[in-house]
């Protein structure tokens, strides 16, 4: 009888130990079957691509103040890479060199650019309307263009837009550029505005943000006319005076376009900001050594900067280069661009 309990109760144990293996057995293959599971894969932020800009110090430079301090942020939607210049020249010669993928010039150097390089830019947006002025110190004789018959007037930009517009508006008001005015030219902004300000220099041509500049000086200096106005006086008000705007290499963009109308809608925010937050804009202006903060504050509002894409942009600068190509067919590179010069998506 006792043996027979004992025999029981060895089979039990035995039972139990076989059970307890078995299920230490399904908890090692579950817990290994966990382990040997991988990782849920973790999302990758998408690479931005790399766009080299070169601006201009001026209304150009203002229109990306935003877009320069979201790329030091760490929001902008691309990676930007920002030099601002003081020539358009400079400008050209950094994407000519390879050095940049866009740049912000007048609109007349995009044509001849286009020229040269045999179609090999795109101009993508209109950012400024006119921003030149003509200033008179010590005096209140200038009223009209007319009004500088005889006289002797200083400016900037030979050979590129300042001197073209500046031509074809006194010929457009009965005067000879050669023969009814003296015209000096400086080769600096900067420059003329110093002769100005110091008195060494009567009437001068110059572009915003520099008249401010030289008014908040010199209270003996006005601002006698507004070219942009003139302009329209002359070609109507359906054919603006687009300065300036931005290009971009034609193989830079074939390779690069969602990132290239990532940078358009960017830029658009950003002249928005600029147009609208002074203040803010400004203390951006005066970061990125555009220009003092005080300055950039008074200057915005008479700048005309502006943000033309597609169709609109075709249009005003097609009919501003009509406009300066009869004037001086140099000064569109010999000959209106071709379509395929305006990038319409």
């Known amino acids: 009888m006792k043996t027979t309990m004992l025999r029981k109760l060895g089979v039990l144990l035995l039972i139990v130990l076989l059970m307890s293996l078995f299920a230490g057995c ?16 973790t999302e990758t932020p998408a690479e931005k691509t790399t766009l080299r800009i070169a601006t201009l110090k ?67 947006s209109i950012n ?11 005096g209140n004789e200038i009223k009209t263009m007319a009004d500088l018959k005889g006289k ?16 074809y508006l006194l010929e457009q008001n009965g005067l000879d550029p050669a023969k ?15 002769l100005l300000a110091s008195g060494e220099v009567d009437i001068a041509v110059l572009p915003q943000p520099f008249v401010t500049s030289v008014v ?10 507004d070219l942009t106005k003139e302009w329209e006086n002359v070609v109507g008000s359906e054919k603006p005076l687009a300065m300036t705007a931005t290009i971009v290499s034609a193989a830079f963009l074939e390779n690069n376009e969602a990132a290239v109308q990532t940078f358009m809608e960017e830029l658009r925010l950003s002249t928005e900001f ?5 203040d803010e804009a400004s203390a951006l202006i005066e970061k990125y050594d555009i220009m003092p903060a005080a300055i950039a504050k008074a200057a915005i509002p008479a700048c ?34 071709n379509e395929d010069f305006y990038y319409v998506r």
Not at 26 to 41: L, Q, R, W, Y
Not at 128 to 138: I, P
Not at 185 to 194: I, M, P, Q, V, W
Not at 274 to 278: F, Y
């Open 128 to 138: 400024t309307l006119g921003v030149m002025y003509v200033l008179e110190r010590g």
């Open 180 to 194: 009814d005015l003296t015209v000096e030219y400086k080769a600096e902004h900067t420059e003329l505005a110093t």
């Open 216 to 225: 908040a000086k010199n209270p003996d200096i006005r601002v006698a006319l």
């Open 274 to 278: 600029t147009n609208l937050k002074l």
């Open 26 to 41: 399904g908890s090692k293959g579950a817990a290994d079957a966990a382990s040997s599971t991988p990782p849920a894969a």
């Open 58 to 124: 001026g209304p150009t430079g203002m229109t990306m103040v935003q877009m320069m301090d979201n790329q030091e942020k760490g929001l902008a939607k691309n990676d930007y890479q920002f030099s601002i210049l003081g020539a358009p020249d400079e400008a050209v010669a950094q994407l000519t060199s390879g050095a940049a993928d866009l740049i912000c010039v007048p609109t007349n150097l995009a044509a001849t650019l286009y020229a040269k390089t045999e179609g090999k830019v795109k101009i993508l």
């Open 304 to 337: 005309n900067m502006v943000y033309l894409e597609g169709t609109q942009m075709k249009t005003a600068a097609s009919n501003y280069l009509e406009v300066v190509a009869k004037a001086n067919p140099k000064s569109v590179g010999g000959q209106m661009p």
């Open 152 to 167: 002797t007037v200083f400016s900037t930009g030979q050979g590129s837009t300042p001197e073209y517009v500046l031509n």
